[in-house]
Nanobody, 125 residues
């Protein structure tokens, strides 16, 4: 059964760093896109970053550019989100998701086929 499992969330002070990981189980190959999304209380879920499967091109929301870095380890099918210079407004539940049809990132969340259970990131001021 295909499954995505996030890890690495936690509580950190403003200015600190965290590294989130998304492990993809039972996915063959690596030609799928993986996106990171976040949802803060009372707000919509938004894309934070994404990496294409076909060419490893990366995308970042304006709010995290220069602070977050997405990367892929093909063995063992894990995508990381390195988050630095964290701000209280980064507090949210972070989810990873896969886009299988085209292997390219999309901002349309319904295009993503599988979602992880989420990991909480809390940044204190």
């Amino acid at each position: 059964e295909r499954q995505l499992v996030e890890s690495g969330g936690g509580l950190v002070q403003a200015g600190g760093s965290l590294r989130l990981s998304c492990a993809a189980f039972e996915f063959t190959g690596d030609d799928y896109a993986i996106g990171w999304f976040r949802q803060a209380p009372g707000k919509e879920r938004d894309m934070v970053s994404c990496i294409n499967g076909v060419d490893d091109r990366t995308y970042y929301a304006d709010s995290v550019k220069g602070r977050f870095t997405i990367s892929r380890d093909n063995t063992p099918n894990t995508v990381h989100l390195q988050m630095s210079s964290l701000k209280p407004e980064d507090t949210a539940v972070y989810y990873c998701a896969t886009e299988l049809d085209f292997g390219r990132c999309t901002y349309t969340q319904s295009d993503y086929d599988y979602w992880g259970q989420g990991t909480q990131v809390t940044v204190s001021s």
